[in-house]
């Protein structure tokens, strides 16, 4: 990786934890982190976890189950 490669990183970086913050100040219950890139949900908050039923000690649960459970939900 070259010098611009990196800064280009960092940047990037800096920019998704200043989205996190600003989404952790509209409500800091309901957190959820998600990799832009693979599209992939890389954290939630316990609050998440207590709202669609999945056990924290689990780990973050699949895409699949996430948008099941979301259904379910919202019936």
Do not use: C
């Amino acid at each position: 990786m070259d010098v611009g490669d990196r800064k280009r990183a960092e940047e990037a970086l800096r920019r998704s934890e200043g989205y996190l913050a600003e989404a952790t100040e509209v409500d800091p219950h309901r957190e959820l982190g998600v990799n832009v890139a693979s599209r992939r949900s890389v954290y939630w908050s316990q609050e998440n976890y207590r709202l669609f039923g999945f056990d924290l000690e689990g780990g973050i649960p699949s895409d699949e189950a996430f948008f099941s459970a979301f259904i379910r939900g919202s019936r």
